[in-house]
């Protein structure tokens, strides 16, 4: 995964009213914080939130996806990250909703 300046701008921007957001860039991708806690990463054009359980299912019903990675030998990975649902991408109180529900179910 890699992250531009541009993708790091625009995450920042769209979180920007959650209280002790930070953030630092890690193996490629950018890794959002709250007082300490990892909720998000951003990266390779799309912004991922961590979402386990029913949380998990909430953003899949809104359309969110699961990070899948595809391994150098064809198979595929998933993990705890699910895209940012497309409706937030435009709209930062969703997106801050979203981030902050993410935050709640850690």
Known sequence: MSVSDSEIAFALELFSSIEGLTHRKQTGALCLYCD???????????????ARGSFADEMEAAGARQFTLTRADGSTATNCYWTLPDAALDDPDLACNWARRALAAL
């Open 36 to 50: 300490g806690k990892i909720f998000a990463t951003a990266g390779d054009g799309a912004i991922y939130l961590k």
